[in-house]
C-alpha cells in the first residue's frame, strides 16, 4: 500500500492564482483531513470529511474550498491564493469514527505565494 | 475546546542523554492522547497514544509516555536518545465523540554527538 499521496510536492503561485492539492488514499478510509502547518504554530485543521459526498470546515476553512466524491480521494482547492495561504499543507485519513483512530499523514504539499 | 500546549519549543540533547518532552493539555471531556514525529521532510508518523489502562504507554523506536489525569499532562521522554531522534515532535489530543485532532506547536527536539 502507498498509503496517503499528495502532489505536487513544491509549487510557487501568484497572488490571484488558483491551484488544487491532490489528496489520494489506498487504504479504504472513511475519514480524511487537511491541515496546514505554519512554522511554530502546529497543525490547523482545513477542512475534513467522514464519507464520499460528505464534508465539514475545521479550524481555519477560509480561501479552501474541498469535495469528496470517491473514498479514495479529496482534493483541496485554493480558488485565489494570497501570502497568508504561504504553508505546508497536509493530507491525513483514518479508518473510523471515534477520537481514537490514528490518522495516516501523507507527506506534505509546501506551497509559497507570492 | 481542546487545546494542547507544548512547554519547549526547542530542545537540544547530548546524544545517549536521557530526554523529557512536555505536553499539557486542556479538556472539560475525557480525551484521547497522542504524540507524533516529523522527520525532515517528511509527514507526520505515530509514536504512541493513549486509549484507556495503564498510564504507562511504550511507543516506538523506545519512547514512552506518562499520562497524568491530575496534571493534564502527558510527557514524552526517552532513556538514551540517538542521532536518528533529531526530528519535530507533536502532541494532540481527541475527544471520544469527535473527528478532529487538536495538535500543540511541536517541540524541535536536536539531539548533539
Known sequence: ??????????????????????????????????????????????????????????EVPNGYNVSRSTTEDFPLRLELAAPSQTSVYFCASSNLAGGWNEQFFGPGTRLTVL | AQSVTQLDSQVPVFEEAPVELRCNYSSSVSVYLFWYVQYPNQGLQLLLKYLSGSTLVKGINGFEAEFNKSQ???????????????????????????????????????VIP
Open chain 1, 1 to 58: 500500500n502507498a498509503g496517503v499521496t499528495q502532489t505536487p510536492k513544491f509549487r510557487i503561485l501568484k497572488i490571484g492564482q488558483s491551484m488544487t492539492l491532490q489528496c489520494t488514499q489506498d487504504m479504504n478510509h472513511n475519514y480524511m483531513y487537511w491541515y496546514r502547518q505554519d512554522p511554530g504554530m502546529g497543525l490547523k485543521l482545513i477542512y475534513y470529511s467522514v464519507g464520499a459526498g460528505i464534508t465539514d470546515k475545521g
Open chain 2, 72 to 110: 493534564t499532562s502527558f510527557h514524552l521522554r526517552k532513556p538514551s536518545v540517538h542521532i536518528s531522534d533529531t526530528a519535530e515532535y507533536f502532541c494532540a489530543v481527541s475527544v471520544y465523540t469527535g473527528n478532529q485532532f487538536y495538535f500543540g506547536t511541536g517541540t524541535s527536539l536536536t
